[in-house]
């Protein structure tokens, strides 16, 4: 009924009048990627491309709209130094990216400067968020500890939402259909509704089968952004968001002859997927306050206070006797940051900040017997909180037009391992107007998640942070007008006291502060246009990555060592753009849970997949697209897990399948 009814919005919307994008969308085609650009997170002040001592992928609203991705992993994925994992990318598989082969808790995710990484984790599904809301993506490489703090250590991401643009009244609602009989509605609206007050308002719903038994999904997500804006003077925004999922956990692909199991009639596993009846689901909200001002051109100050709470439910049944397990984890953060931007000089510029962070953290599980029933008495509940002060200062200095230096130092302060100093340094030679050189240099950390710490029966009150050094130095240069700009980079990472999950001399499996990791690598990008209604790229990631325990050194569990893209964007005069995408990866070795293998238990072999998108305007207000996926129907795995066999006793290393072609066709009407 509720599809029915967004539904029915949807469509009666397409009679309101109004005007064309498509003159917005021609500007933004033509824009080039400059030095000029203007970035945000990288330093929480505006800065230009070439003032920021850090590699940056900048992302706007069309070439967000021109992708033929179908989630936020995915677009991230195809650009240059980002892999994009899941375990069988499902649909309610968790989508995770790593920056410079560095794993998915070294990337902090901000939405509008709170962070969405979850507690418990550590790591960022950004599969929960929705594209429709996004005007602006902002990707920085490199030790990003010195501003964001904890797990900063690849690089942050900060996803800016759409806002209210002055003298104009947005709207866009869409409804696609495609296969896996999956489904998509949304809407967005934006408006200021007087004077200096303004809301953006936006809304979708997402259904799929999935492509194998037990991987569907269904997604609301809903958010609102208010906004004050008196210019300089006073910039005040409420936003807030709330996401509900819920979903199959299908495990495995079982090897093949795998016959279907049933325990009292119910079905476990067939060939297809290795858990038919687990299920999960996830209810994520955040709402973030920032004030911010600009009272004189050489002082500024930002404001803001956040609180997020993230529940994730999981439903699991056991093949060997039909038993399982109901467990609840819920994380509440409350947060709070101000910084003050001063610039005493021409050329100068200090910035300080203070961060304060409070969480809770709450598991409760369940013991089910072999029929799904909950057991009585086995209900258990544990609490634990935490909290964390961070406090930082970052001075830069341009005495010339060719040369800029920066240094900075975080102060933290963690209520369970103490105490941590975090330096960073950084400089720029700007020997040509179109030509940039940078050189970056910072110490990273990342506090144990509350999963580690306090987990029933395992966590591990005395865990270390991991800690380490990020170094990169990169080559920009912009040529023929801005027509061409390429990126050369070379980085060196490491991580020492990296925190894993491992049998203790007990047997018991606990967090450990067991293994160091170090990574070399090289970044080229090169990305051209606009030419003739056409803007290309071409990316290519080298990664040496290597890890550390007690018995071996070996190239780093699921890393690739090589990554290439190639992306297309073609437009005409009479509104019909398409865009192509291909994307290789290089095999990834796994090596279980042992640690004194050389050998991998498994490689995963390399692939490439293709997706393609074409749209064409009609009447204005009009957009038909069809979007197709991995259109060669690449078949690939993603990782490996084990599965036991209940008939034979036969226990197999098998691999979490990627989702094979895919297509989706929409309409959409804006104004």
């Given at each position: 009924m509720k599809k029915w009814i967004l539904l029915s919005v949807i469509l009666s919307s397409f009679v309101i009048p109004g005007f064309s994008h498509s003159e917005e969308k021609e500007k933004g085609r033509e824009a080039s990627v400059t030095m000029e650009e203007v970035v945000i997170t990288a330093t929480k002040t505006e800065e230009k491309r070439k003032d920021v001592p850090n590699t940056v992928i900048i992302m706007n609203e069309i070439d967000i709209q021109e992708s033929p991705a179908r989630s936020l992993g995915e677009l991230l994925s195809n650009e240059l130094g980002i892999d994009w994992r899941t375990?069988?990318?499902?649909?309610?598989?968790?989508?995770?990216?790593?920056?410079?082969?560095?794993?998915?808790?070294?990337?902090?995710?901000?939405?509008?400067?709170?962070?969405?990484?979850?507690?418990?984790?550590?790591?960022?599904?950004?599969?929960?968020?929705?594209?429709?809301?996004?005007?602006?993506?902002?990707?920085?490489?490199?030790?990003?500890?010195?501003?964001?703090?904890?797990?900063?250590?690849?690089?942050?991401?900060?996803?800016?939402?759409?806002?209210?643009?002055?003298?104009?009244?947005?709207?866009?609602?869409?409804?696609?259909?495609?296969?896996?009989?999956?489904?998509?509605?949304?809407?967005?609206?934006?408006?200021?509704?007087?004077?200096?007050?303004?809301?953006?308002?936006?809304?979708?719903?997402?259904?799929?089968?999935?492509?194998?038994?037990?991987?569907?999904?269904?997604?609301?997500?809903?958010?609102?952004?208010?906004?004050?804006?008196?210019?300089?003077?006073?910039?005040?925004?409420?936003?807030?968001?709330?996401?509900?999922?819920?979903?199959?956990?299908?495990?495995?692909?079982?090897?093949e002859g795998t016959q279907d199991y049933f325990i009292s009639g119910k079905k476990f596993y067939n060939r297809n997927s290795a858990t038919l009846l687990d299920r999960g689901s996830n209810e994520d909200g955040h709402v973030v306050l920032q004030i911010k001002s600009r009272p004189e051109d050489w002082l500024s100050w930002r404001l803001r206070g956040d609180y997020t709470n993230m529940v994730n439910y999981n439903y699991s049944r056991y093949a060997f006797n039909g038993t399982g397990q109901e467990t609840w984890t819920t994380n509440e953060v409350l947060g709070t940051e101000a910084n003050v931007d001063i610039k005493p000089f021409e050329g100068a510029g200090l910035l300080l900040g203070a961060e304060y962070k409070d969480y809770d953290w709450e598991n409760e599980g369940i013991n089910l017997d072999a029929t799904g029933s909950q057991v009585s008495g086995t209900r258990a509940i544990t609490k634990a909180g935490l909290h964390s002060t961070g406090t930082f200062a970052e001075a830069k200095y341009r005495p010339c037009k060719f040369f800029k230096a920066l240094a900075g130092i975080r102060h933290e302060d963690h209520s369970e391992f103490g105490t941590e100093n975090l330096p960073l340094y950084g400089l720029i030679f700007n020997p040509h107007e179109n030509t940039v050189l940078k050189f970056s240099h910072g110490k990273h950390f990342l506090a144990p998640t509350p999963n580690d710490l306090f987990w029933p029966g395992s966590g591990n009150p005395n865990l270390r942070p991991e800690t380490g050094w990020h170094t990169d130095a990169t080559l920009e240069q912009s040529l023929f007008e801005n027509k061409m700009f390429i990126t050369l980079s070379y980085f060196h990472w490491d991580v020492d006291d990296k925190i894993q999950w491992a049998p203790d001399a007990t047997g018991a499996w606990t967090p450990q502060n067991l293994d160091s990791y170090k990574g070399d690598g090289w970044e080229i990008g090169m990305k051209l246009g606009p030419v003739n209604n056409m803007r290309f790229s071409l990316d290519y990631t080298y990664t040496d990555a290597r890890?550390?325990?007690?018995?071996?050194?070996?190239?780093?569990?699921?890393?690739?060592?090589?990554?290439?893209?190639?992306?297309?964007?073609?437009?005409?005069?009479?509104?019909?753009?398409?865009?192509?995408?291909?994307?290789?990866?290089?095999?990834?070795?796994?090596?279980?849970?042992?640690?004194?293998?050389?050998?991998?238990?498994?490689?995963?072999?390399?692939?490439?997949?293709?997706?393609?998108?074409?749209?064409?305007?009609?009447?204005?207000?009009?957009?038909?697209?069809?979007?197709?996926?991995?259109?060669?129907?690449?078949e690939y795995d993603t990782y490996v897990g084990n599965f036991t066999n209940r008939t034979t006793r036969v226990t197999t290393m098998d691999g979490y399948p990627g989702a094979g072609r895919s297509l989706l066709f929409s309409i959409t009407y804006e104004y």
């Open positions: 375990r069988g990318n499902y649909g309610g598989a968790r989508e995770e990216i790593q920056i410079r082969g560095m794993e998915a808790n070294a990337t902090q995710v901000f939405v509008n400067g709170v962070n969405i990484n979850s507690p418990s984790f550590g790591t960022a599904d950004v599969g929960r968020i929705p594209l429709n809301s996004i005007e602006r993506i902002e990707v920085v490489k490199g030790s990003g500890s010195l501003l964001y703090g904890s797990g900063a250590m690849a690089g942050t991401v900060n996803i800016i939402t759409k806002r209210p643009k002055r003298d104009k009244v947005s709207f866009k609602a869409n409804a696609g259909y495609g296969s896996e009989d999956s489904y998509i509605l949304s809407a967005e609206q934006g408006m200021f509704v007087k004077g200096d007050f303004g809301y953006y308002f936006t809304a979708s719903r997402l259904e799929t089968d999935g492509f194998r038994d037990n991987t569907d999904l269904t997604r609301n997500d809903i958010s609102l952004k208010l906004v004050l804006d008196k210019g300089k003077a006073l910039d005040i925004s409420l936003y807030g968001d709330y996401i509900d999922r819920e979903y199959g956990i299908p495990g495995v692909k079982p090897p890890e550390e325990n007690q018995f071996v050194t070996r190239r780093a569990s699921y890393t690739p060592e090589q990554q290439f893209k190639g992306n297309v964007v073609y437009w005409t005069d009479f509104g019909l753009t398409g865009t192509a995408t291909v994307r290789t990866m290089s095999d990834r070795l796994s090596y279980g849970n042992n640690k004194g293998l050389i050998t991998p238990l498994k490689t995963l072999d390399s692939y490439w997949t293709t997706d393609m998108k074409v749209e064409q305007r009609l009447f204005e207000h009009w957009l038909l697209s069809l979007k197709g996926n991995n259109l060669f129907n690449k």
